[in-house]
T-cell receptor
Framework: GENVEQHPSTLSVQEGDSAVIKCTYS??????FPWYKQELGKRPQLIID?????GEKKDQRIAVTLNKTAKHFSLHITETQPEDSAVYFC?????????????FGTGTRLKVLA | EAQVTQNPRYLITVTGKKLTVTCSQN?????MSWYRQDPGLGLRQIYY???????DKGDVPEGYKVSRKEKRNFPLILESPSPNQTSLYFC????????????FGAGTRLSVL
């Protein structure tokens, strides 16, 4: 079945450094790739997304890149701050058989050390 | 205020006692979905619905039922809960198409004893 692999499972960085989280998907029909941030005890919230017709998207300190050929997409956070500490999830979805099933990665716990 | 509302937020029950978790959205979204979140497994989709009377299985539908009789509501039904359904459950909704950002409810923490 469809699968999304996410690495690493935990990531510790010094404040001000960059963080990169990588995901690989299996379903070539996937065309929408959102990233969610989940703080402790809270609901997941979308932080950035990318569609298959775009290779890169940036929003201030956050960027996402997509390599459709390799079925890879990555989240890049620059100048990390303590408030970036959270669990990050990638996901993939697309019109498989006309419906939109979401497959999530298993999450990356990011710790930004002050 | 645009929101996805789940009830109850916390529930402790016993094996075999039927329960329903409600989900309601006020954004006129076509797409609604249920996920369960377990440590180390991320979010797994249980069922989703692309419109009224249209539902589809996600990755882990066994032991769950859903219905979509109205656009705003998408209840999750556990007819005979078992301990392996102890989990954190999230409902989410979105538009379809290019504005398909999912909005999540606050979550329901379910314990089945």
């Amino acid at each position: 079945g469809e699968n999304v692999e996410q690495h690493p499972s935990t990531l510790s960085v010094q404040e001000g450094d960059s963080a990169v989280i990588k995901c690989t998907y299996s379903d070539s029909a996937s065309n929408y790739f959102p990233w969610y941030k989940q703080e402790l005890g809270k609901r997941p919230q979308l932080i950035i997304d990318i569609r298959s017709n775009v290779g890169e998207k940036k929003d201030q300190r956050i960027a996402v890149t997509l390599n459709k050929t390799a079925k890879h997409f990555s989240l890049h956070i620059t100048e990390t701050q303590p408030e970036d500490s959270a669990v990050y999830f990638c996901a993939a979805t697309g019109p498989t058989s006309g419906t939109y099933k979401y497959i999530f990665g298993t999450g990356t716990r990011l710790k930004v050390l002050a | 205020e645009a929101q996805v509302t789940q009830n109850p937020r916390y529930l402790i029950t016993v094996t075999g006692k039927k329960l329903t978790v409600t989900c309601s959205q006020n954004m006129n979204h076509e797409y609604m979905s249920w996920y369960r979140q377990d440590p180390g497994l991320g979010l797994r989709q249980i069922y989703y619905s692309m419109n009224v009377e249209v539902t589809d299985k996600g990755d882990v539908p066994e032991g769950y039922k859903v219905s979509r009789k109205e656009k705003r509501n998408f209840p999750l039904i556990l007819e005979s809960p078992s301990p392996n359904q102890t989990s954190l459950y999230f409902c989410a909704s979105s538009l379809l198409g290019v504005k398909n950002i999912q909005y999540f409810g606050a979550g329901t923490r379910l314990s089945v004893l």
